[in-house]
């Protein structure tokens, strides 16, 4: 870090020379810019790892103001993210710790995510998965969301998402009629359930959050106030899980 403070503050100073104040508020000469720059880059040529190791400060500080505001926006959250009524719950209801996933069922990330989740819930019986139904890829998406959403009324959803997710990912209405009578629900009642404003206002409700939370893709977990992002492996979700169990 000794290494790495010099030319820290020289860029510092040549940013503010470059708005035209510095903090003490004198502005810079263009003869003392001109300096600056020029010693800046004798350090750099003497030695160009400085550069790549600035940065990599820099993005380790981005990381952490990043990671920051992610649980402060997850705490700000808790309640709708972790007790939204009406939420499709898997695993155990009464679990001590609850996953929360924001997936899409035509993700092959999340399709992929399918065995590890199930083997989570399978060595741990103490836990409750809330499912966050975000369609971010296209009107197949939407509609495959809509489907499993409605399918609640039957007691289905998990029945429906586990089939559809196991299927084609190119989902369109014949999908999910065909779905729908293997897992045996009313395809008739579906139809007209699906076209509950209840259903996309819980669609839109679930995107706003995932908005809200700089989810950019999916699989997303939260658990406690740890969010995973992408495919994981279930290692890590078992840590998380044990990091917030303990809090």
């Given at each position: 870090m000794r290494r790495l403070f010099p030319v820290l503050v020289l860029a510092t100073l040549l940013a503010a020379g470059r708005s035209g104040h510095?903090?003490?508020?004198?502005?810079?000469?263009?003869?003392?810019?001109?300096?600056?720059?020029?010693i800046?880059?004798?350090?750099?040529?003497?030695?160009p790892t400085i550069l790549r190791d600035a940065i990599d400060a820099l993005q380790r500080d981005e990381a952490r103001k990043e990671e920051a505001a992610s649980r402060a926006a997850i705490a700000q959250m808790r309640e709708a993210l972790v007790h939204s009524a009406g939420d499709p719950i898997?695993?155990?209801?009464?679990?001590?710790?609850?996953?929360?996933?924001?997936?899409?069922?035509?993700?092959?990330?999340c399709r992929g995510m399918l065995p590890i989740e199930a083997e989570l819930l399978r060595r741990d019986h103490n836990i409750r998965l809330v499912f966050k139904d975000i369609?971010?890829?296209?009107?197949?998406?939407?509609?495959?969301?809509?489907?499993?959403?409605?399918?609640?009324?039957?007691?289905?959803?998990?029945?429906?998402h586990d089939a559809l997710m196991g299927g084609t990912p190119n989902i369109d209405t014949e999908v999910v009629h065909a779905a729908?009578?293997?897992?045996?629900?009313?395809w008739a009642r579906l139809q007209r359930d699906m076209d509950d404003p209840a259903?996309?206002?819980?669609?839109?409700a679930n995107l706003k959050m995932a908005r809200a939370l700089h989810i950019d893709g999916t699989p997303t977990y939260i658990i406690g106030d740890a969010m995973l992002s992408g495919a994981v492996e279930l290692a890590d979700l078992q840590n998380a899980v044990a990091a917030a169990r303990k809090r």
């Open positions: 510095a903090d003490s508020g004198q502005k810079f000469t263009p003869e003392q810019r001109a300096e600056i720059v020029t800046l880059r004798e350090a750099l040529a003497a030695d898997g695993g155990n209801p009464k679990g001590d710790v609850t996953v929360v996933e924001f997936y899409d069922e035509r993700c092959p990330f369609p971010i890829l296209g009107p197949g998406s939407r509609l495959a969301a809509r489907a499993v959403l409605a399918a609640q009324h039957q007691n289905g959803y998990e029945k429906l729908a009578l293997k897992v045996g629900l009313d259903i996309e206002a819980r669609i839109e």
